[in-house]
């Protein structure tokens, strides 16, 4: 049983309390989870293996330093957090290496990484009271906008689902719905 456990994938927040109590083992799985993620990511853009052990170990810092600094929320999925950080590096590594040979090491001295890492979390932020927001827009407005907009369903396909007339008297309820959306998620920001 105790083998099952190091193998399966950690939680987020296994993850995290395991970084806040300098876990090793903790490390090894998250290194073992997300780092075959972090590598497609970097060789497929034109980087090496080497490259992305770089851009994952300084991730896991930049990870790490969060966590300890002890106010660390995570408003993602870990996965989506770590994923965001490491194509940031390796965005701006691949610009700085397109405009320079220089030494790379200069380079990572001025990434604004906690900018973007901040940014990142608001939009997760905004992403999460948008779904909070939907789910207490009510019927037939919720599964409307979730059928168009998340599900790619045509209007003509939700014209049939809740027997409009046509597609059109659709599109209008739709719009309808959407204008309620917009109320509610902008009248619960100003709160």
């Keep these: 049983m105790n083998r099952e456990i190091k193998s399966s ?17 903790i490390l090894e799985r998250l290194y073992k989870t997300y780092f075959p ?4 990511l970097v060789v ?10 770089d851009v994952f170990q300084e991730t ?17 999925k870990l996965k989506t957090f770590i994923y965001s950080v490491s194509r940031r590096l390796w965005l701006k590594r691949l610009t700085y290496k397109s405009k320079n040979s220089g030494n790379i090491q200069d380079f990572e001295e001025t990434l604004p990484v906690e900018q973007d890492i901040e940014q990142h979390e ?8 948008m779904e909070t927001v939907l789910s207490h827009l009510g019927e037939p407005c919720r599964t409307i906008i979730e ?8 209007m003509q396909e939700i014209c049939e689902k809740f027997g409009y007339t046509n ?25």
């Design 60 to 76: 896991v810092i930049v990870l790490y330093d969060k966590v300890q600094g002890g106010n660390f929320e995570l408003s993602s």
């Design 9 to 25: 994938v950690p939680t987020d927040s296994e993850i995290i309390l395991g970084i806040r109590n300098n876990s090793k083992s």
């Design 147 to 154: 059928d168009f907009y998340i599900n790619n369903k045509s």
């Design 122 to 129: 608001e939009k997760d932020k905004m992403f999460k009271h």
């Design 167 to 191: 597609a059109d008297n659709a599109k209008n309820q739709k719009y309808k719905c959407l204008q309620r959306l917009k109320k509610m998620f902008f009248l619960d920001i100003k709160k």
């Design 37 to 40: 993620m972090i590598l497609q």
């Design 44 to 53: 497929t853009n034109n980087g090496t293996e080497d490259e992305a052990k």
